[in-house]
């Protein structure tokens, strides 16, 4: 079974610093991982996933992650942090059963200080 | 494109009342239908994974006849919490599919908040 580990409960970054939240994910065969973004009062959106080719992924608001098979990790990065960007952010891992089964780590709340 | 909707997004209900939550796609037509349950400040549980005109499979641990889902429709599925009983009280989320390949994507709902007294 798969499991997702979210090492930081909530990082705080200034405003136009870059930032980084980690992912790690526990797997057998090659993953489906995504990364969500949860603000209050919407749902989940999705900044970007990944499934197989090209393990630098490009994502939505200036996201990106990379999938590191040797250290099991897919950490989400960005350059320069907005305000807009606090919210709480979940790493997630799927498998392919015929549906999408998602496993979510335990989110990073991440906020920005001006 | 790809919205879904809950309905209520938030209530309160009295111990041992059932209350019903919805979950619409509003633009499409979802083949799987998912129901995740998120306590304060922790991830998102899957409960359930639903698909039209069957059967819901229900994740260990999850009691199905507490928490019943029905997905009528490829557009409308619902989760009805029975006797509920303040432990059930939860931020309770759905999502969406389009299609039956692993690497669709899910479309998330904006949650209901559900508190027993």
């Known amino acids: 079974a798969q499991s997702v580990t979210q090492p930081d409960i909530h990082i705080t970054v200034s405003e136009g610093a870059s930032l980084e939240l980690r992912c790690n994910y526990s797997y057998g065969a090659t993953p489906y991982l995504f990364w969500y973004v949860q603000s209050p009062g919407q749902g989940l959106q999705l900044l970007l996933k990944y499934f197989s080719g090209d393990t630098l992924v490009q994502g939505i608001k200036g996201f990106e992650a990379e999938f590191k098979r040797s250290q099991s990790s897919f950490n989400l990065r960005k350059p320069s942090v907005h305000w807009s960007d606090a919210a709480e952010y979940f790493c997630a891992v799927g498998a392919d059963t015929g549906f999408q089964k998602l496993v979510f780590g335990t989110g990073t709340r991440l906020l920005v200080s001006p | 494109g790809a919205v879904v909707s809950q309905h209520p997004s938030w209530v309160i209900c009295k111990s041992g009342t059932s209350v019903k939550i919805e979950c619409r796609s509003l633009d499409f037509q979802a083949t799987t239908m998912f129901w995740y349950r998120q306590f304060p400040k922790q991830s998102l549980m899957l409960m359930a994974t639903?698909?039209?005109?069957?059967?819901?499979?229900?994740e260990q641990g999850v009691e199905k006849d507490k928490f019943l889902i029905n997905h009528a429709s490829l557009t409308l599925s619902t989760l009805t919490v029975t006797s509920a009983h303040p432990e059930d009280s939860s931020f309770y989320i759905c999502?969406?599919?389009?299609?039956?390949?692993?690497?669709?994507?899910?479309?998330f709902g904006p949650g209901t908040r559900l508190t027993v007294t």
């Open positions: 639903s698909n039209e005109g069957s059967k819901a499979t229900y």
């Open positions: 999502s969406a599919e389009i299609g039956t390949s692993g690497s669709n994507e899910q479309y």
